[in-house]
């Protein structure tokens, strides 16, 4: 087989002072941070869609980028196995450990499901060879219920019983392949999980079914030896207007109310938590603290555009506040999937390095800057210091549950008036921030 990307080497770290194009700057996957080397703390993965589907069509034009890969006919099994070459040669040219994939991603959709699942046999075969002798791994799998037609009206959340079945053949079939490929997870992105009036939804009826059809995969899941996370992957809308699984609390708040907190954690994508009018920060907060940071679609948004740009992460403050979190949680069962797509005037295969390489040391600056801060001490310091009156006193007696409603009013009224909390001092940690971020 010959090679597709030709020209393009083996992309090694050369250092912040290179000027080569096709080098790394920041990420050095041997480099060892907080006691771990950064190719652990960053797991990336390459998303079979964008970086091997996507050829920059939009709803005004045609695409620009030839991603037929050397097949003669695009939308054949050729052309599949010739995106398995593309992807295997950019996943090692890169030193990228992991894949994505939407179970339509792999082959082109047959009228009949049968014929689907018959090409997904055989490529997942394919795909399994590709594999050997390499360390490259399937991060997660996730079914395409929101594409074809029959989902118009959602999947689980479907008015339909017939399609539910089709959604439950597709969830069956695609946790199948991400068992065969190794994946760490699985995921469920509910893009036509919502709705577009109150008028026609019964809002309970459709949450209910969509809890239904995630319990029906998790026991499916574990019967077959899926040992992974299953993930929601939270959006507020688009495609739909209002889509159930808006943000982290709420998607957190429905795995708890239909007993699912167990088995499922968060796939939190930083262009989703904008569209919710959160920080990614936020989201990967929210998750953090219930136990429930599991995987990152690593990408950004434009502030100025109200949709999904999915554009490759070039935000160094960002990235340092996400790996933030990621390290104070002890780091993510996940990844960081790189669901992100060229700028359609970005349409050649240097492009595509170009992408990934921007992205992946975005993350690596990111995660070299938040190891600084955690060490810099000082804004730990400064949280510690603020909430410092429940350390002892009425304020232990009250993180203690040692006291009651009165017992606090009695208090509060012997005081007559209580000294100011002490200063937010925001504008000192954020000189913190940037003193670490540019102290070289
Ligand atoms: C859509 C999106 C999806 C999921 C997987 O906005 O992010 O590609 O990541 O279905
Ligand atoms: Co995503």
Sequence with gaps: MSEIFAGIPEIKFEGKDSKNPLAFKYYDPKKVIMGKTMEEHLPFAMAWWHNLGANGVDMFGRGTADKSFGASTEGTMEHAKAKVDAGFEFMKKLGIKYFCFHDVDLVPEADDINETNRRLDEISDYILEKMKGTDIKCLWGTANMFSNPRFMAGAGSTCSADVFCFAAAQVKKALDITVKLGGRGYVFWG?????????????????????????????????????????????????????????????????????????????????????????FQHELRISAINGMLGSIDANQGDPLLGWDTDEFPCNVYDATMAMYEVLKAGGLTGGFNFDSKNRRPSYTYEDMFYAFILGMDTFALGLIKAAEMIEDGRIDDFIKERYSSFESGIGKKIRDDAVSLKELSDYALNMKAPALPISGKQEYLESIVNNVLFNN
């Design 191 to 279: 893009g036509r999980e919502g709705y577009e009036t109150l008028l026609n939804t019964d809002v309970k009826f459709e949450q209910e079914n969509i809890a239904k059809l995630m319990h029906l995969a998790v026991d499916y899941g574990r019967s077959i030896g899926f040992t992974g996370d299953f993930y929601i992957e939270p959006k507020p809308k688009e495609p739909m207007k209002h889509q159930y699984d808006f943000d982290a609390a709420t998607a957190i708040g429905f795995l708890r109310q239909y007993g699912l907190d167990k088995d499922f954690k968060m796939n939190i994508e930083a262009n989703h938590a904008t569209l919710a009018q959160h920080t």
